[in-house]
């Protein structure tokens, strides 16, 4: 089968190699759909945590073609995607249904196993995972439903984190209106009766300014913490969702955080500012406010969000490649010309 393999730093290509075998509590998916991400171009330039010759694919969706030993309650001809935390579903975070958390493979600083990243992923014909990572998805669209387990999932655990502040009368933050940030402002119209405010670049694409949210500012206006404020009568919001993760955007937070206010650090471009422990906060920190920097979402967030995408009530914009264009997809989305998620579709022939 065709796979498409993290070769050395700098280089991912298209190999031949044979079709694995579900071994205990494993099964064999044919792959309908497997999403190209962000992290794909981080691995091939950085491969921190990967090792050559691993197939790459953390977003999959496929069709079960063959069951392995001990596996109860799946079938062949099912179709379903798979949790990219491949939890051990016996630790204590596990238990308490927080297995993007999951300790049971020893280790503090790391997440649990992830397809495509630290074992083979979905970036081929076949790929294997454990029967206890999937979630049915029925006739949802493939391709949609693998971009969940990463753009949607991400987003939603985000979200339910922050339901509690964000009651009747609140505000919610979106800080970036890429494929994540959309997400979470539909994500945050659905599942909370605040007011969403999102701020981006001027030059995004329409899409993003259309994305359902009740005001969108521009990231680059002089007085944008000011704005910000005025949107909140002066208190700032009781839940933001930074996907930008800069210094120049954790410092809007913070400064435009409500007290007993939360912030969730989704994205990931280094940025840091001071938690400072004193009355007087230089960057503004409210009292009460609390920082968080989430990890993709529980086994329970990714049925939530399929169940919802399965009622018809999210919708992406997804750009579809054959398996022998992976190569072209990730390049076209290393050089930000992918519009919205680019998936791969190995078996659409
Ligand atoms: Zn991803
Ligand atoms: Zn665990």
Redesign the pocket.
Request: hydrophobic content about 5%; some cysteine; overall charge positive.
């Given at each position: 089968m065709k796979a498409v393999r993290l070769k050395r730093p700098g280089l991912v290509q298209i190999d031949e190699i044979e079709r694995p075998e579900p071994g205990e509590g494993e099964v064999l998916l044919r792959v309908l759909a497997a999403g190209v991400c962000r992290t794909d171009c981080h691995i091939r330039a950085h491969p921190f945590a990967t090792s050559a010759n691993t197939t790459l694919g953390h977003e999959i969706a496929g069709e079960i073609t063959a069951i392995g030993p001990g596996v109860v309650g799946w079938s062949t001809g099912q179709r379903a995607v798979v949790h990219p935390c491949w939890?051990?579903?016996?630790?204590?975070?596990?238990?308490a249904g927080?297995?993007n958390?999951?300790?049971?493979?020893g280790m503090q600083r790391f997440p649990?196993p992830t397809p495509g990243v630290t074992c083979n992923g979905g970036m081929a014909e076949f790929a294997i995972a454990p029967a206890n990572s999937l979630v049915e998805i029925g006739d949802l669209d493939p391709a949609f439903a693998a971009v969940l387990a990463d753009a949607g999932l991400a987003p939603y655990h985000s979200v339910r984190l922050l339901r509690d502040r964000l009651g009747p009368g609140s505000t919610a933050l979106v800080i970036g209106l890429g494929g994540l940030g959309q997400f979470a402002v539909q994500l945050l119209k659905l599942c909370t009766p605040a007011r969403v405010v999102a701020i981006d670049r001027a030059e995004a694409p329409l899409a993003a300014r259309e994305s359902g949210a009740d005001t969108v500012l521009q990231a680059d206006a002089p007085d944008l913490a000011e704005q910000l404020l005025e949107q909140t009568d002066g208190f700032g919001f009781a839940g933001i969702i930074d996907f930008v993760g800069s210094e120049q955007t954790l410092r809007l937070a913070a400064s435009v955080a409500a007290p007993f206010g939360a912030i969730q650090a989704v994205g990931l471009t280094g940025g840091h500012i001071p938690f400072e422990a004193a009355d007087m906060s230089t960057i503004g920190l409210p009292w009460g406010v609390t920082l968080m920097k989430p990890y993709s979402g529980s086994y329970r967030d990714l049925a939530d969000v399929i169940a919802l995408a399965r009622q018809g009530k999210l919708s992406a914009n997804l750009e579809h490649f054959p398996l022998e264009e992976a190569i072209t997809a990730i390049d076209r989305l290393e050089s930000g010309h992918i519009n919205g998620r680019a998936v791969l579709l190995p078996n659409s022939k």
């Open positions: 939890a051990c579903h016996k630790c204590s975070q596990c238990r927080r297995e958390y999951c300790q049971g493979h649990p």
